[in-house]
């Protein structure tokens, strides 16, 4: 990274107050993402924000970067095409569970697929709560909404699980009351070559409040969250005395000095591994039987699709014979029409 003067976190903050409700954990999120960005060695001027609709998608305005605001859903399109229009900015896409999931559900996957290097911060509140308090595709089953009286019917999505079907080579997960945490995995994302993917578990005061209250408790997150490290044992509980190991095809939880287990035998987490069959057990791991997976669950390298895109365009331009318009111009059948006097 070439040198310039160090950016701070005063550098991303605006003027204006972000016009959130008062507790929405957006406020969080924007505080660990201007905290971040200075960590990451981007010039200021090289970093654009993108967002679709949603009171996620107010982001762009909120963090003094140049920054577009979109169309519900549309987000991720316009994030690809300014990466390919600059390769050289870092781009950044603010989204909600409706916004990506819902009508932005394709440009979502098809992002994830092709590997571009833009990094998504997903805000899941599990609730729609700009258009206030319709159910979401992360909505639980059987929950009362405004929209869904007498409980949703239908499964909901898992982020994590998205992003896996779809090829996705980063996968994180965050909570907006840890700001540690998130500025941590913000920095992570950033640096991560390919599109991130960074699922943070955001509460919603109104229409939504303490839908994250079994992992964000002081009396619960303990024993209900995991925080993984590459490298790392998978341990977890106040006194790091739980752990996960594999039993046949499955995950299990164990307690450290109970039936001869010790901590030798308490699995290592592989971030970087391709092979992705554990990380979607991971990201799976549901309460009460397994704690909810926090961090970096994948991030593996792999091509990105502007690299191989202007690699092509590069491999065309070297074998092609026409180097301007006038090589365009004179090249395949071509005749002179020259002026006779007297014609």
């Known amino acids: 990274m070439e040198n310039y003067e ?5 550098d991303f903050k605006m003027d204006q107050a ?10 969080a999120v924007l505080a660990a993402v201007q905290k971040a960005l200075p960590e990451t060695g981007i010039k200021k001027e090289n970093i654009v924000f993108v967002s679709g609709i949603g009171c996620s998608s107010r982001f762009p305005y909120y963090i003094n970067t140049y920054g577009f605001h979109g169309l519900h859903g549309r987000g991720a399109a316009i994030a690809t095409g300014i990466k390919l229009a600059n390769p050289g900015l870092s781009v950044w896409l603010a989204t909600g569970d409706g916004d990506s999931m819902a009508i932005g559900g394709n440009h979502f996957i098809h ?8 990094n998504i911060l997903l805000f899941n509140n599990k609730i729609y709560g700009l258009t206030k308090g319709q159910f979401s595709p992360t909505t639980p089953k059987g929950s009362i909404t405004k929209t869904s009286p007498n409980g ?11 992003a896996m079907g779809a090829q996705g080579n980063f996968f994180a997960r965050v909570v907006d009351n840890d700001l540690e945490m998130m500025q941590k995995v913000f920095i992570a994302a950033a640096s991560h070559k390919g599109t991130s993917l960074v699922e943070i578990l955001q509460n919603c005061v109104i229409f939504n409040d303490a839908v994250h209250a079994e992992i964000t408790s002081k009396e619960l997150r303990d024993d209900n ?6 490298g790392k044992p998978m341990l977890f509980g106040r006194n790091k005395e739980k752990g996960l190991i594999r039993e046949d095809s499955r995950m299990k939880v164990v307690q450290i000095g109970q039936n001869g287990i010790t901590r030798k035998d308490i699995l290592i987490h592989n ?3 391709r092979e992705d069959t554990r990380h979607y057990m991971l990201v799976r791991m549901m309460l009460p039987e397994y704690p909810i ?3 970096v669950i994948r991030s593996c390298e792999a091509s990105t699709y ?10 065309s331009r070297d074998k092609s014979t026409i180097k301007n318009v006038d090589d365009l111009f004179m090249s395949g059948n071509i005749f002179k029409l020259e002026n006779h006097n007297g014609d």
């Not at 160090?6 to 005063?10: G, I, M, N």
């Not at 992002?111 to 833009?118: A, G, P």
């Not at 969250?225 to 590459?230: P, Y």
């Open 6 to 10: 160090k950016t701070t976190v005063k």
């Open 18 to 27: 972000a016009r959130w409700c008062p507790g929405c954990g957006g406020h």
């Open 111 to 118: 992002l994830l697929r092709r590997n571009l290097d833009i």
């Open 152 to 162: 949703t019917i239908a499964s909901p999505f898992l982020p994590g699980e998205l």
């Open 225 to 230: 969250t995991i925080f993984l490290e590459h």
């Open 271 to 273: 971030a970087i591994d």
């Open 293 to 295: 997976a926090m961090g």
């Open 306 to 315: 502007e690299d191989t895109y202007y690699g092509q365009i590069q491999v």
